[in-house]
């Protein structure tokens, strides 16, 4: 069982830039590959990036490619989600997510633990 809490969403001007954070419970954190994904107002969830179990490998949703930096720290039981330049169209909640490491995946369906997301809201 995990349990994960994200923290660090906030209004934010376009351009600027925030940091998620996500904290996890348990002992075990480096045995799962985590994501993030996002949920626009009346819009699905999408995937936005993930990482393995050891931060060795990062993939990225097309939206967010070279803005979006997804990075973890095993001994804090964290991960994190560093956003820049920052656009309008990237309000949503953010939501993190964990799975048993099997493979770096966008699917939804496969990420079993989810936290209970945080907003983030870019004015234009």
């Known amino acids: 069982q995990v349990q994960l809490v994200e923290s660090g969403g906030r209004l934010v001007q376009a351009g600027g830039s925030l940091r998620l954070s996500c904290v996890a419970s348990?002992?075990?954190?480096?045995?799962?590959?985590m994501g993030w994904f996002r949920q626009a107002p009346g819009k699905e969830r999408k995937f936005a990036a993930g990482i393995n179990w050891s931060g060795g490998q990062t993939y990225y949703g097309d939206s967010v490619k070279g803005r979006f930096t997804i990075s973890r720290d095993n001994a804090r039981n964290t991960v994190y989600l560093q956003m820049n330049s920052l656009e309008p169209e990237d309000t949503a909640v953010y939501y993190c997510?964990?799975?048993?490491?099997?493979?770096?995946?966008?699917?939804?369906?496969?990420?079993?633990?989810w936290g209970q997301g945080t907003q983030v809201t870019v004015s234009s």
């Open positions: 348990g002992r075990t954190f480096s045995s799962y590959d």
């Open positions: 997510a964990a799975r048993a490491a099997g493979g770096l995946t966008p699917a939804i369906g496969l990420y079993r633990y």
